[in-house]
């Protein structure tokens, strides 16, 4: 399902040069990797729902400043534990943690829909960025390790910029370093307000991924998987190829 554009939008995306993806749950299948490494961890993922929950609270403590990562990771554990009666204290969690990581890495990996569609973006001219909220070595190796190394013209890390999605500064710096006004360029990533809003308000393109059946919003361009982005953005481009049959 696409839902319908509004008017502007169709009208400026003849001018689109340019398309910013995020990394995890967009391209990357996180949640597959991080259950997997709870089952390795523990022996079941039963507790999934409780890790899902835990991980918001604490990755919104990165994002926010309020935690460096090592040391989200490692209170993350802590506190997921704690959440079954559990308390350990710092190294034993570090030490959980270590196995996690370890097991969740592993099992990175891409998206089904997430190589043809970057391949489609690439063929059609339209130059190809990655802007994430995440600290830089840590997403630099995560994007290596599932072959994304050599696929976009910049790299946009929280982590090396300063700001976070969805300030409008790392938005405009994506754009800055692709040498392209914010009407030029289009963002696409899971996250409703951090990022399809997020880019909307830097005067991007904003196109929200709703992989999980949220409810919709109307506010913004939707897509429900990645193999619906060339539809879109052909829909008002005739300059970019028709979209190949094996996205269809
Ligand atoms: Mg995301």
Request: charged share 25%; net charge negative.
């Given at each position: 399902?696409?839902s ?10 003849g ?12 391209l ?61 204290d710092y ?23 997430a ?52 300030d ?13 006004s ?22 991007l ?13 109307a ?17 008002d ?12």
């Open positions: 399902m696409t319908a554009p509004p008017s502007s939008f169709t009208h400026e995306l001018q689109l040069k340019a398309v910013c993806l995020d990394v995890d749950d967009t990357m299948d996180g949640p597959r990797a991080s259950r997997r490494a709870l089952r390795e961890l523990l022996g079941t993922d039963r507790a999934w729902p409780v890790w899902e929950r835990v991980t918001d609270d604490y990755y919104g403590r990165y994002v926010n400043n309020e935690l460096r990562f090592d040391v989200m990771c490692v209170e993350r554990t802590k506190a997921f534990f704690a959440a079954f009666g559990e308390q350990i190294t034993e969690a570090a030490r959980r943690e270590d196995l996690r990581m370890a097991a969740m890495q592993r099992g990175w990996g891409l998206f089904d829909d190589r043809p569609c970057l391949d489609w973006l690439r063929d059609s001219g339209l130059r190809l960025a990655v802007i994430t909220n995440a600290p830089s070595a840590y997403q630099r190796k995560k994007i290596a390790a599932v072959g994304l190394a050599d696929v976009f013209d910049v790299l946009v890390i929280s982590g090396e910029v300063g700001v976070a999605k969805p409008p500064r790392i938005f405009r710096t994506a754009c800055d370093a692709l040498g392209l914010p009407g030029e360029v289009a963002h696409v990533g899971d996250r409703l307000d951090t990022d399809a809003r997020g880019a909307a308000s830097a005067g393109h904003g196109i929200w991924l709703n992989r999980d059946g949220a409810p919709a919003a506010d913004v361009p939707t897509i429900t998987s990645l193999h619906e982005l060339p539809e879109m953005l052909v829909a481009l005739p300059a970019i190829p028709a979209v190949p049959e094996l996205i269809r």
